[in-house]
């Protein structure tokens, strides 16, 4: 009996491991996947080592992390379409480890930004109430707390149906860290629009499934070509909204790559519809595979 208990709490303690799954056993997924959440920490850390950082470098730091929130945070909800366009059911362990990543990111990024301040409570206060983009960066990092302290077990089950509405705002705290991420970066949005474009695909995924539509290769790919479309148009209007350029020049850069054949000049919207164009591949090679051995097994006809 005593035995038992004590491997009934090492399988316990275990599962607090981040590389371990529910049971307690290594998972190589989830053991990767924290790898790579550690990947830009260090990163982070070796450049302020070496003095890499430039002539700011709590500035270079705060900019750092704040990009990473992001790109985590797309990466985080591209679980569950990926989940479903793979039919890879494990996909579903790392959400938990990723969203937790994204909070402890976004806790770095107020963090270093509090240090570069100086701890000036008043001025860091009035900073964030005076300024519209740290005013909505602030609002998106409180949700982003609020989702990682109610994502264990435990307030799963105290929340009950509650707790899914609460987790659905992460779409419209991914918004705001997007807006929050466009306005930092002033003149040059090529990431922030990289991102919010990657972000539309994932919510036009989530459109099919959420609408019953059909998902197969030539709709995803269709999917991947508009979502490349809004992403241009999401860039040319920015510009046209900040800067007073014109929103059709803009616009019509994206075929600079097709006019002059120069692969340098790839945009945002470009990306975002080889990204989607690959997704569709694979979802339709992983469909051809699956229907191979169903017909092998087919009993030959005379």
Same mark, same amino acid.
Request: proline share 4%.
């Given at each position: 009996m005593r035995g038992h208990d004590v491997s009934h709490r090492r399988a316990s303690v275990t599962t607090w491991l981040p590389w371990a799954d529910r049971q307690g056993r290594f998972s190589a997924l989830r053991a990767v996947a924290f790898a790579l959440l550690l990947v830009p920490a260090l990163l982070l850390l070796h450049a302020a080592w070496m003095h890499q950082l430039g002539s700011k470098p709590w500035t270079e730091a705060i900019h750092q992390t704040g990009t990473w929130t992001v790109r985590l945070l797309v990466a985080t909800l591209a679980i569950s379409p990926f989940r479903r366009l793979f039919d890879w059911g494990k996909l579903i362990g790392i959400r938990r480890m990723l969203g937790l990543g994204v909070m402890s990111y976004a806790l770095g990024h107020l963090a270093l930004y509090c240090i570069d301040m100086a701890f000036d409570w008043g001025l860091i206060v009035s900073e964030i109430v005076k300024r519209f983009y740290l005013t909505i960066g602030f609002v998106a990092l409180i949700g982003l707390v609020a989702l990682g302290a109610t994502s264990t077990d435990g307030m799963i089950r105290r929340l009950g149906k509650s707790w899914q509405r609460l987790h659905n705002l992460v779409y419209p705290i991914a918004m705001l860290a997007l807006l929050h991420f466009a306005l930092q970066s002033k003149i040059d949005v090529t990431e922030p629009v990289l991102m919010s474009g990657l972000f539309l695909l994932l919510m036009l995924y989530r459109g099919l499934y959420r609408w019953k539509l059909p998902v197969s290769a030539p709709i995803l790919a269709g999917t991947a070509l508009l979502a490349g479309l809004l &992403? $241009? *148009?999401?860039?040319? *209007?920015?510009? $046209?909204? &900040?800067? *007073?350029?014109?929103?059709?020049?803009?616009? =019509?850069?994206? $075929?600079?790559? +097709?006019t002059y054949q120069d692969y340098a000049s790839l945009r945002p919207a470009h990306w975002?519809? !080889? $990204?989607? +164009? +690959?997704?569709? !591949?694979?979802?339709? !090679? @992983?469909? @051809?595979?699956? @229907?191979?051995?169903? =017909?092998? @097994?087919?009993?030959a006809t005379a």
């Open positions: &992403t $241009a *148009g999401l860039e040319a *209007g920015w510009y $046209a909204a &900040t800067s *007073g350029v014109s929103a059709w020049l803009v616009f =019509q850069a994206n $075929a600079d790559i +097709l975002v519809a !080889l $990204a989607g +164009l +690959l997704v569709a !591949l694979g979802h339709g !090679l @992983r469909v @051809r595979k699956a @229907r191979q051995p169903r =017909q092998a @097994r087919r009993p």
